[in-house]
């Protein structure tokens, strides 16, 4: 609110600002003090290319060439710009996205008008924007399920969350935050990720961390300590635990048995080329 409440007569006059202070609930939900000064309104003037009608062009061009990986991004931004674009009434956001939806249905498996008709009902009863993009994103992977390129897809999904684990695995990396990489969801990355790759994302994550830990151990000298946040472990008696059940010694033990292995083996060549 703009004033201070002085009476109980400013109540009335303040009414309409709150119910539309509240709107904004749908917009931001985890959001519960609002200042309409600040961060409220999404200007298109200074982003011509976020226009509505831009990215519904995009959107219905990705359909058609079924390059899912471009309708997820262009899916995600066309949400993100909502999330801040609360002069927008709730009700045209749903307009929008139940039409995106209605598009995105006629090319995933054949689904009854019953069917349809449910799922724009729950966009239209959604009280949450979040809600929404999960019901677009599951139209979504049903495309990708259905589609001739799906094993290509999957597999550049996949791809590209292996890079990105090999790359920042010193980082804190969730599951929630991979899938938003790749605009997917938790689940749908999840159950891709066991199939192409054999293992969970976890099991992925700790596997990269424990090999890159192995190397340090190997090649440098650092401090335990320092290879444990080298490799995305925040408590290192927690990396040490990890790192025995992998390979059966703690790092201090590895590194002292990698140490004596390696002067064995110096001491055996330089006999053998005494010989």
Not at 66 to 76: G, H, K, M, P, V
Not at 125 to 141: M, T, Y
Not at 148 to 159: F, S
Request: include cysteine; proline fraction near 2%; hydrophobic fraction near 35%.
């Amino acid at each position: 609110m703009k004033e201070d409440v002085t009476s109980i007569l400013d109540l009335g006059s303040l009414l309409t600002s709150l119910e539309e202070l509240m709107e904004y609930r749908f917009f931001l939900p985890d959001t519960f003090v609002f200042n309409t000064q600040n961060d409220l309104h999404f200007s298109e003037a200074l982003y011509p290319d976020l226009t509505d009608s831009h990215l519904l062009d995009q959107i219905r061009n990705n359909l058609k060439d079924q390059d899912i990986f471009s309708l997820r991004a262009n899916t995600e931004i066309l949400y993100q710009k909502y999330v801040h674009q609360v002069q927008y009434s709730h009700l045209y956001v749903k307009y929008m996205f139940s039409t995106i939806y209605q598009e995105i249905m006629t090319q995933a498996a054949p689904i009854s008008e019953m069917e349809l008709q449910t799922a724009v009902e729950t966009i239209y009863g959604s009280e949450d924007l979040r809600d929404i993009k999960d019901i677009i994103f599951e139209g979504i992977a049903r495309i990708d399920q259905n589609s001739t390129n799906h094993e290509p897809t999957q597999n550049r999904d996949v791809d590209a969350v292996k890079q990105y684990i090999e790359q920042y695995y010193a980082d804190d990396l969730s599951l929630e935050m991979l899938a938003a990489k790749v605009f997917l969801s938790p689940h749908y990355l999840s159950s891709i990720f066991k199939k192409q790759t054999g293992c969970g994302l976890n099991k992925y994550i700790k596997n990269v961390r424990m090999q890159n830990a192995k190397e340090l151990l190997t090649n440098t000298h650092q401090k335990i300590s320092n290879i444990c946040t080298a490799v995305g472990y925040r408590n290192i008696s927690y990396f040490c635990q990890n790192f025995r059940d992998f390979y059966g010694y703690t790092p201090e033990k590895y590194r002292q048995y990698n140490h004596k292995s390696s002067v064995h083996r110096e001491e055996h060549y330089a006999t053998l080329a005494d010989t």
